[in-house]
């Protein structure tokens, strides 16, 4: 169904995003138009999502915040009038969402706001159990802390979050 077809080109996004990100947004363009025909909200916040990590490979960070804010508006319209089967998914989106606007914090240098984006997306892993996706936050905010020479903090992040990833038995392959 066109559902199964939204999917398909957000996971082809997915998969070019190393490899062609101009490629990946184009897929991701494909889901969000059909998404937005079909009313498809789980399939805009992926293409939106899916887009803003293209942008941000290839340095169009404005435009990746623009797809993170318009995915973020949706989400929080699913949420509030979504069923609770879809809470864990439209938070994971969300905390998702949220770091990827750290990220382009990150690059642009805005370290506070980055920090900002990035402890909002761990409070949500927090909140949803996702042990690895803690574990990424953690990292995350630990290179921010590494990039404002704040090494004892930097490490201790680092070191939760490998701490995390040992008891997942995530060998970061």
Known sequence: ???????????????????????????????????????????????????????????????????????????????????????????QQKALLLQNIGIVYWHQTNYSKSLINHYASLKIREEIKDKQGIALSLNNIGIIYTELYNYPEALKKYFAALKIREEIGDKGN
């Open 1 to 91: 169904n066109d559902t199964n077809k939204v999917n398909t080109f957000n996971l082809l996004a997915y998969d070019y995003l190393g490899k062609d990100p101009n490629t990946s947004i184009y897929f991701s363009k494909e889901a969000l138009k059909l998404s937005e025909k079909l009313n498809y909200g789980m399939g805009m916040t992926e293409a939106f999502l899916q887009m803003s990590s293209g942008n941000i490979n290839i340095g169009k960070y404005e435009e990746a915040l623009k797809n993170c804010n318009e995915a973020l508006k949706i989400v929080e319209q699913l949420l509030s009038s979504e069923n609770h089967a879809l809470r864990p998914s439209l938070l």
